[in-house]
């Protein structure tokens, strides 16, 4: 990690932007459920598959973490699936901000070549 301040600003909200991708996966698999079973499945399962993938593949200590681009196409998958599950379930605006708030991070994320700690 570098030393300036706008670039650990962009590590934490990277690390915002996570928890608000599993909390969209969360609520959207509690609106798609059918039936209070489903819906605590789904709230459950949703998120809990997409911390186990980026756990696995994208968090900087897995032990096979995949290398960028492939990396980097895993991130924009779980995020278009959690900002594609807001707007399906009645929140496209709150999909599109998080879409468009991952998309900007990602930007600054290569452009201040912080990948390899993040």
């Known amino acids: 990690m570098t030393g300036s301040a ?6 934490a909200v990277r690390f915002a932007l996570e928890l ?3 909390a969209a996966l969360g609520y959207a698999g509690f ?6 079973v489903a819906q605590v499945a789904l709230t459950v399962a949703l998120p809990l598959a997409a911390a186990a993938l980026w756990g696995v593949a994208i968090a900087p200590k897995a032990r096979r973490r995949a290398p960028d ?3 980097a196409a895993l991130e924009l998958l779980l995020f278009a ?7 399906v379930t009645g929140q496209p605006i709150l999909g599109l901000i998080l879409a468009a708030a991952m998309l900007v991070n990602v930007a600054l994320m ?3 070549k912080q990948r390899a700690t993040a």
């Open 6 to 11: 706008p670039q650990a600003a962009n590590l």
């Open 20 to 22: 608000c991708m599993l």
């Open 31 to 36: 609106q798609l459920g059918d039936g209070v």
């Open 69 to 71: 681009p492939g990396r």
């Open 81 to 87: 699936a959690a900002a594609t599950a807001l707007a």
């Open 110 to 112: 290569f452009a201040w």
